[in-house]
């Protein structure tokens, strides 16, 4: 079972390249390495299902109770688990775990020194209560001679038991569960910012096709119909209802605006036809006799609009923008006795309803490059969605160029140039967004594979009180649920977003149709209704996003970028705490060698006076008589020393 993922840099991994077994033959000469290849095998596959069809979690049992003496000790009953690497935890019996014992562990495991009894602490602390999958090397044997140059030193072990320990630990909790709203945010970055380009695409698109119209049908009356003299009706009785002179408060003003965008493109309609049209409309619709009253009803309008604090009654700045296009351009183009009849193309647009002040043409090229440009950023860091073409064609769109904010009571006219311009852009750009956001939710529609560092599992979630363990909480670990843990958020709503998913992925790719005029004849047009209210985002694939995105009941939400938590590997908190461990072995040793320093010093001291002894020594030596001597050598004579304790006399 291989685990250099192709790079040749070695290490271990949860995901192995590639599946090894051992192939045996008749008279094959087999060896540790062909059994141990048949059991690492063996082990991977199951340990492979265990990890990607069900998932960490508890498989069933391991409860966690209070212990019958109490104190800081808690019971662990039987049951099975499989941690995130797809390992077996199977506990047989019911297990006593010291609460208070692997508190102290932790905290030395964390500082590297034993700081006391952590029971002297005041209040009541929280612990997670985990199980660790552990491998032991038992039953050593001692192996045959071989004819290995290096023969393997005393016993081996000969069995691999799988065992488990007890751990507990502080802080935020790994939770294994998949949210493919998590994958979702990773597209789309910060949501904050990903809405506010959507409601950006969103004012454009409103207006591309009016904008279009605008420039395609020049010269050309807009059609008005027995609706829109119902609405000039209406809105020119609630103007003169809502009184005169004062400043109408936050909510009236809102509803005046509206009313008076409805008055404004009933009246702009009327203005578009020639001498001859407008009077058969008089004709059709009595009501328009009285236009020159409406436009006076529009004067005084605007009139006290535009004594109200702009961003008091619209707090949101795209509806603000448009809300005082409203005003200014009604009161350019129709509000006055005799219009401006040099400014067609901004009569049409108004007559439309989307009227499009100098100021609101400028900050839509802003909002072009900004839209590009966030399109471009996404597309850079979401590195796993399907529509390849799609960054080249984000690129390929010619944007007009931007320009400083006008001044406020600016009434520069378009030019139809301009105009489609915009429109192109706005257009392509609408497309590009809706294939980004399309192809983004699509993708969360397949569960990732994750590694993990973190293989404890948690059993439940403790309080303790000093060292006595006040409360046990089981109910919000993670569960293998059929299907494993990654499918376990999407059981409420997964066929609901499979038949999704076959209205809006795999669909050949959006294209913006143009709006299409009639030979001759008025341009017919529908009034776009509540268009200073909320855009509501309606369709197959906004439904997709809203089950995405909208937790149900009991779910995870999904992670943030920023809300993402990383916990320090087991394996590094182990290593510190060896590191610690050498720390004070390399203090005792560098101590131990100061010692024998000293002693060699004083050895170096004695045998400075070595050569006084040695004269001394041989003088006696020469003054011993030799063998022909027949003076015998002095008897030593007995010691009259008392003995001391211990010894014998």
């Not at 250099?4 to 033959?25: E, I, L, N, Q």
């Not at 949501?191 to 050309?220: C, H, I, N, P, T």
């Not at 060698?593 to 030596?621: C, D, F, I, K, T």
Request: proline share 8%; glycine share 8%; hydrophobic share 35%.
């Amino acid at each position: 079972m291989g685990t250099d993922c192709g790079c040749g840099c070695g290490g271990t991994t949860a995901w192995p390249s590639a599946f090894v077994r051992p192939r045996f033959f008749a008279g094959q000469l087999l060896t540790e390495d062909d059994l141990g290849l048949l059991a690492d095998y063996a082990t991977g596959k199951a340990r492979l299902r265990n990890r990607t069809l069900s998932g960490p979690g508890v498989v069933c049992g391991l409860e966690v109770s209070c212990d019958p003496c109490g104190g800081g000790k808690v019971v662990v009953h039987p049951g099975h688990a499989l941690d995130c690497a797809g390992n077996d935890i199977v506990l047989s019996c019911r297990e006593q775990v010291d609460v208070a014992a692997l508190v102290r562990e932790l905290r030395v495991r964390s500082l590297g020194v034993d700081c006391g009894d952590p029971c002297e602490d005041d209040g009541n602390r929280r612990y997670g209560l985990f199980v660790r999958y552990e491998e032991l090397a038992v039953e050593p044997v001692a192996p045959y001679a071989t004819e290995e140059p290096c023969p393997a030193p005393g016993c081996v072990p000969s069995r691999i038991r799988e065992a488990f320990r007890f751990v507990v630990k502080t802080g935020g909790f790994d939770d294994h569960r998949h949210n493919p709203g998590t994958r979702l945010l990773r597209s789309l970055g910060n949501l904050a910012a990903a809405d506010q380009a959507r409601l950006r695409d969103q004012r454009l698109g409103k207006y591309a096709d009016a904008m279009f119209v605008a420039a395609l049908g020049s010269g050309r009356a807009l059609r008005f119909d027995a609706a829109d003299a119902k609405r000039y009706a209406d809105s020119l009785a609630w103007l003169k209802g809502s009184g005169t002179g004062d400043t109408p408060p936050p909510p009236v003003a809102r509803e005046m605006t509206e009313h008076v965008r409805a008055l404004a493109s009933a009246v702009a309609r009327f203005d578009t036809y020639d001498k001859a049209g407008q009077e058969q409309l008089k004709k059709d619709y009595p009501d328009l006799a009285g236009v020159q009253d409406a436009r006076g009803a529009l004067r005084a309008a605007c009139a006290r609009l535009a004594g109200t604090g702009t961003e008091t009654v619209w707090p949101d700045p795209v509806h603000r923008s448009i809300a005082v296009a409203v005003v200014t351009e009604t009161n350019l183009r129709v509000a006055p006795e005799q219009p401006d009849p040099g400014a067609p193309l901004e009569l049409r647009l108004l007559a439309q309803g989307l009227p499009l002040s100098h100021a609101l043409r400028v900050e839509f090229r802003t909002d072009l490059g900004v839209l590009r440009e966030w399109l471009l950023d996404r597309l850079e860091h979401a590195g796993d969605l399907a529509d390849c073409a799609l960054r080249g064609a984000v690129a390929k769109i010619d944007l007009p160029p931007q320009l400083p904010p006008p001044a406020a009571d600016s009434a520069e006219k378009t030019t139809i140039a301009e105009l489609r311009q915009i429109a192109e852009a706005a257009a392509e750009l609408s497309v590009a967004v809706r294939r980004f956001v399309t192809d983004a939710a699509c993708s969360t529609l397949n569960p990732p594979c994750s590694d993990c560092t973190d293989t404890e599992v948690l059993l439940a979630r403790l309080e303790l009180d000093g060292c006595d363990v006040a409360r046990i909480c089981s109910a919000t670990r993670e569960q293998v649920l059929p299907g494993g843990s990654a499918y376990g958020e999407w059981l409420p709503k997964l066929y609901r977003l499979r038949e999704l998913a076959e209205r809006v992925c795999c669909q050949p790719v959006p294209r913006y149709d143009k709006p299409s005029l009639p030979a001759d004849g008025p341009i017919p047009r529908p009034y776009p209704e509540k268009l200073l209210e909320d855009w509501p985002r309606t369709g197959d694939l906004e439904l997709m996003l809203s089950l995405l995105l909208t937790p149900a009941p009991g779910e995870t939400p999904p992670k943030a970028l920023h809300e993402q938590v990383y916990t320090t590997p087991s394996e590094v908190t182990d290593s510190l705490q060896e590191l610690a461990v050498l720390r004070t072995q390399v203090t005792d040793l560098t101590a131990a060698l100061e010692g024998v320093r000293a002693q060699l010093a004083g050895a170096e001291a004695q045998l400075g006076e070595l050569p006084e002894r040695l004269g001394s020594r041989l003088a006696e030596l020469e003054s011993t008589p030799s063998e022909g001597d027949a003076t015998p050598p002095a008897k030593r004579t007995r010691s009259t020393r008392a003995p001391k304790s211990g010894e014998t006399s």
